[in-house]
């Protein structure tokens, strides 16, 4: 069984086959849809800021040391 992949948009009950597969697609096929999400996005501006959270500890003068953080003791 051979596998054809394409995107397509439905139009009321009909799934137009791309012009390349057109010939190479048999009377007798079957069908997978897979749905892509109907759910839009939100929209930058509505998503929160990282300045809109309060900062639980103040890491202002702490210094990292990443030899001294994965030293095996």
């Given at each position: ?44 501006k ?20 990443r ?7």
């Open positions: 069984m051979a596998v054809i992949q394409f995107e397509s948009v439905v139009e009321g009950d009909i799934i137009r086959i791309p012009e390349q597969f057109i010939g190479k697609v048999s009377p007798r096929s079957r069908v997978v849809v897979t749905l892509v999400d109907l759910v839009k996005p939100k929209a930058q509505e998503l929160p800021h990282i300045n809109e959270f309060p900062a639980i500890l103040d890491t202002r003068g702490w210094k990292f040391n030899e001294d953080a994965n030293e095996r003791n």
